[in-house]
């Protein structure tokens, strides 16, 4: 990833109306992107959609005004999520899908997120390629006044991904019965998540669903679980779940209270789709951040567990090379390869909804599929980016990680990792006691702050 200069891990991002997340940028975007995807003589279509932030009004016109540009014909999808976008591309036959969101950060962040013809994320490569054609050559991309792209509003965006939403619901089933809290983050799916959850039966207890531009992800939704524990608790619900601002991920949150990650969702989906013959491969795909739990639940199962940097755009892109249906990050994002080609946070929650209705239990037994093993994640905050690989590299820290392996004899492991987007180097441990857990990080992080303070 290094040598970018928009482009992140997932988009490119910052924040609204700063470097890198400007108008300009946007418009260069636009063009770049419209440049490149326009093949062949046809008519080109781009699908725009955005979540609710306040800069969602800046960001939408200015890569509108880039397609239109360069000759590209653009169809506002309006305040929908990110899956919907990514299956509005492949459904309307656009030649590219754009999200206009920033996922679970706060209102005066924003990002652009862009799907190529097949619904799936571009690759690294594409990403580069951009790059060198925002900075260089714009003037020739431009097309003649009776060449220019035009637009128009698809009115009907939303209710063609409820019905596809719907569509991944186990047939034959139905959510009579059962009351589930939705929290939407103020965000993308304010309106579309609770409507399939009441069209499919539920009674629905609805939060988050009054977005102002500013109060997306506050307080509420995956990230602030506080919200949705108090409100499945105080309305004697069946079931919580949250959604981020764009919709790709989910928390839920059982009859009880507690909160349930995106480990254990992989697990229940991972051994209900093995007994009904729909996983394919004989195997989950997962990241290095998920819980050797998992690991071990599914090696009893008889499947394997494969793991990929953290990012789903990294689960997504193992999923398509194996053949893989299943995948996700503990963080609750769930890509089911049947159904979508990114993280769907609602309709992995149909998933799982599915099955409390065929198994008829509570969600508190159902969703604890395996005792995860205690885990400790520590941010070591550095002087600034350019420390981290140093300090990864630094024989001290090294000799500290190789110490507490062998402390865990097999029994455990350890993660360290730099944060894509700050000034941090992540230490992450986990181990069948959690006293152990704890001493490994702690040697770790003291490790990584005297290697930065003799640096400094």
């Known amino acids: 990833m290094s040598g970018r200069k928009y482009f992140g891990t997932d988009g490119i991002r910052g924040t609204a109306n700063t470097d890198p997340m400007t108008a300009e940028i946007a418009l260069k975007l636009g063009m770049a992107a419209g440049h490149y995807f326009k093949r062949g003589d046809h008519r080109h279509t781009v699908v725009i959609g955005k979540d609710t932030r306040l800069s969602g009004y800046m960001i939408e016109p200015a890569l509108t005004a880039g397609f239109v540009a360069v000759g590209m014909d653009v169809a506002l999808l309006g305040p929908i999520s990110t899956p919907a976008v990514a299956k509005l591309t492949r459904s309307l036959r656009a030649d590219l ?46 097309v003649s006044p009776s060449r220019l792209g035009k637009v128009r509003r698809i009115d009907d965006a939303s209710g063609r991904y409820i019905e596809s939403a719907k569509q991944a619901f186990p047939r034959g089933r139905r959510l009579d019965g059962l009351k589930v809290v939705i929290d939407c983050a103020n965000g993308a799916a304010y ?8 069209e499919l039966g539920a009674e629905v207890i609805k939060v988050g669903v009054s977005p102002d531009g500013m109060n997306i992800n506050k307080d509420c939704g995956s990230l602030y679980t506080q919200l949705l524990r108090e409100t499945v608790l105080l309305h004697g619900a069946d079931i919580g779940v949250a959604l981020d601002g764009d919709a790709d991920r989910l ?8 909160v349930i990650d995106g480990d254990q969702v992989l697990g229940l989906i991972g051994k209900s789709w093995k007994d009904q013959g729909l996983l394919k491969g004989g195997a989950v795909v997962a990241t290095v951040m998920s819980n050797m739990g998992l690991e ?27 053949g893989f249906n299943l995948g996700g990050e503990q963080s609750g994002h769930i890509v089911l390869g049947d159904h979508a080609t990114t993280g769907d946070g609602l309709v992995a929650a149909l998933q799982v909804l599915g099955e409390m209705v065929l198994r008829d239990c509570p969600a508190s037994k ?21 420390q981290a690989d140093q300090l990864l590299d630094d024989a001290q820290v090294k000799q500290a990680v190789l110490d507490c392996d062998a402390a865990f004899a097999g029994k455990g492991r350890i993660l360290l990792r730099k944060s894509g987007t700050e000034p941090l180097v992540r230490v992450m441990a986990e181990g069948e006691d959690r006293a152990s857990v704890e001493k490994a990080v702690a ?8 290697a930065a303070a003799h640096e400094g």
């Not at 159902?366 to 350019?386: A, G, H």
Request: proline share 4%.
């Open 97 to 142: 899908g754009v999200m206009i969101s920033a996922s679970h950060n706060p209102y005066q962040d924003n990002g652009i997120k862009l799907f190529g013809p097949d619904g799936y994320k571009l690759s690294d490569e594409v990403e580069l390629t951009l790059e060198a054609l925002m900075d260089n050559g714009l003037e020739d991309m431009r």
């Open 366 to 386: 159902l969703l604890r599929v395996f005792e995860p093993y205690p885990q400790l994640l520590k941010n070591v905050r550095l002087r600034d980016k350019s």
């Open 443 to 450: 040697t770790i992080v003291a490790a990584i702050e005297t």
């Open 296 to 322: 071990s639940f599914l090696k009893a199962e008889g499947l394997a567990l494969e793991r990929t940097a953290v990012g789903d755009r990294y689960v997504v892109e193992r999923m398509r090379e194996a």
């Open 251 to 258: 928390v839920l949150c059982d009859e009880k209270g507690v």
């Open 191 to 198: 309106r579309s998540a609770p409507q399939v959850l009441w």
